[in-house]
């Protein structure tokens, strides 16, 4: 059996705007505040450009900081995406013209389930990580549409929550 290594998890967004217009949002610093449903805020370290480095604050708590690897202006960006307890992942976002509108697509390469041994990685990845991370990416995707379109914010979980980033709120306990 041939080493793991998991495949990238893609999500494709088709969006009514213009590309230029798409870029104006997820090139702006700190725009996942304004288009990411699981996001609470997004301080940025250094922008823009190569180098650029920001953090992701999700709603459960977790901070994951971006570190950007390459810049394509008005094409889209790399970058490497880490917290402070594992081993993060590659993310790639591409804008193209799809005519008089625009394709999002964002692509994540994750380094996760190194401490299992190498032939039962599949199992955890194809059951759990692989269809999570497709629905992160997905709301994502739904988020930057919502944003670029309405021109509005999105809501925290505005196309559903998910355990790893924003679960569902607990209900106010009574006294």
């Known amino acids: 059996m041939s080493p ?3 495949r990238p998890i893609s999500m494709r967004q088709r969006i009514d705007a213009a590309p230029h217009e798409v870029w104006a949002v997820v090139a702006a610093p700190g725009y ?30 977790r901070q994951v900081t971006r570190r950007f690897t390459t810049w394509r202006e008005g ?4 970058l490497e995406a880490r917290d402070a307890t594992g081993p993060g992942a590659t993310v790639s976002w591409r804008i193209s013209p799809q005519g008089s509108s625009s394709l999002l697509t964002i692509e994540l390469t994750p380094r996760m ?59 106010p306990q009574a006294r």
């Open 4 to 6: 793991f290594r998991p």
């Open 32 to 61: 996942l505040e304004e288009c990411h449903p699981f996001c609470r805020a997004n301080p940025v370290d250094v922008w823009p450009g190569p180098g650029s480095q920001d953090t992701v604050e999700y709603y459960n708590g």
């Open 75 to 78: 094409e889209g960006y790399d």
């Open 113 to 171: 389930l190194g401490s299992l041994p190498s032939p039962l990685r599949w199992v955890p990845y194809l059951a759990v990580v692989r269809p999570l991370m497709r629905r992160y990416l997905e709301s994502v995707g739904r988020g930057v549409a919502w944003r670029v379109t309405t021109g509005e914010p999105v809501r925290r979980n505005q196309f559903g929550t998910h355990p790893w980033f924003s679960p569902k709120p607990r209900p």
